[in-house]
C-alpha cells in the first residue's frame, strides 16, 4: 500500500466532512513602506499576488484550498494592530523604513503563533529574517528547484523558479540554527527560500516562509493568470503559511543497530487537498519496518525503552514497507500525498514506525527498533 493510499484509508474511517476557515492576511500600508512598485499596498508588482489570495477559485469554498482569505493594510504594526491577523506578509519592506518596535511586534506575533510570509531582498530588506536569525545574503541567480511545500503543494507541482534583480540567498547554517528546512535551493546549492512548521522555530511558534528575493513572487518573474512555475511556488507557499493543522512528535523511539534512534517525519500541511510528506530515516538500510497510523496515543513498553507509542484499537491501520539503503543509519523511506478533502477539522491521527533489526534491543523483542510518534491534528 502506498503513502497515498494508507492515509486516505486511515482517515475515511472517520466520519466525512469538510471545512472552511476565514484567514486575515495583513501586511504593512504604504505609509510604512514606500517601497513603490514592491508596496504590499498599491505595488504593482506585488498587486497579482495580492489578487490571486483573494480569488475565491483560488482560496474559499469550493477553491484549490478552502480557506476565504481577507487581505488587509495596516497603518501601524504593533501588538494591537496584529491582534485577529492570521498571517503577516512583508514584501520589500526597506530595513531603513521599518520601526524597530514592528520588528518586534511581528516576532512576537510569530513566536505567539501568527503565520509569516517574509519576501526579502538582499541585506537592505530583511529587518523581521535578520531579527529572527536568518538574514539575506547574495546568491549566484539561478533558478531553484525543491519539494514539498513550495514546489509540491494543492497549486501543482512548480518547475524552475527564477529570481530577478537583487537576488539572495539564506544561509544554510543560519535556516538550521533556527530549526528551519530549505524550501528552494539553486544549481549552486544556495538556499533560496526556507520554510518552517508550526512550532519549528520555537515552541508555540507559527509556521513561516522566507523567501530571499521578492521578485520570485512578483510580477517580474511570476505569473497568476494563468499560473507559471513562479506563481505555482507563490500560492504554495501561501497554502502553507495558512494551513491550520498541526503536527508534533511526542514519546521517544528506541535504538537499532550502532546505537541509533530511528526518526519519522511528517511535513506538509495537515488539511484537505494539501500535501503531506513522511519520511524514515537514520534506520537500518534494506529493512523491513511497519509504519501504525492510529487515532490515540498509547505507552506500551515492549522492552527497555522500547515503547509502542500508537493505540492499535480499531479503527487503526498497521502498513508493511521497506527501507532503502546498507547499513546501520543509512535506511531511508519517503513518500507523498495528498490529505483527503473529506476530513473533519480537528481529527487526530498518531503515528510510529517500527524497524525490524537484528541489532536492536534485547530477547524477546530483540529485532526491533522504532521510531518517536508522530501526531497530527487537521486544520
Known sequence: MSFAQWIVSSLSLLALGGA???????????????????SWQGGAQIAPFRAALVDPTRFG??????????????????????????????????????????????????????????????ASHDAIGAALGVPTSPSNGSDSTGGAPLFDGPFGLAGPVQQGGTVGQLLAADVLAANGRP???????EITAAVWDAGDYAPGAGRMVIV?????????????????????????????????GSIEPYGAGCPGTGGLVPSLELSGCAEPGEVLQLEVSNALGGAPALLFVGLSAAALNVHGSCD???????????????????????GTFS????????????????LQAWIFDPGAGAAPFEKVAATAGVRMVTG
Open 212 to 244: 530571499a528575493d521578492v521578485n520570485m513572487i512578483a510580477a517580474a518573474e511570476a505569473s497568476y493568470a494563468p499560473l507559471d512555475d513562479n506563481g505555482i511556488f507563490a500560492l504554495n507557499g501561501v497554502a502553507f503559511a495558512v494551513c491550520g
Open 335 to 350: 513518500a507523498s500525498g495528498s490529505f483527503p478533502a473529506t476530513v473533519p477539522s480537528g481529527s487526530t491521527f498518531h
Open 61 to 122: 469554498p469550493g477553491g484549490v484550498v478552502p480557506h476565504s482569505i481577507t487581505t488587509a493594510d495596516l497603518a501601524t504594526v504593533d501588538a494591537t494592530s496584529l491582534q485577529g491577523v492570521d498571517v503577516f506578509v512583508s514584501p520589500y519592506w526597506a530595513d531603513a523604513a521599518t520601526p524597530p518596535s514592528a520588528v518586534n511586534a511581528v516576532v512576537q506575533h510569530f513566536l505567539s503563533g501568527g503565520s509569516l510570509l517574509l519576501y526579502q531582498d538582499g
Open 308 to 330: 509502542l507509542l500508537v493505540d492499535l484499537t480499531p479503527p487503526s491501520i498497521v502498513t508493511a514497507f521497506a527501507l532503502g539503503g546498507a547499513g546501520a543509519g543509512q
Open 183 to 189: 524550501g528552494a535551493v539553486n544549481a549552486a546549492g
Open 20 to 38: 472552511n476557515a476565514q484567514v486575515v492576511v495583513a501586511g504593512p500600508d504604504a505609509s510604512l513602506d514606500a517601497s513603490g512598485s514592491w
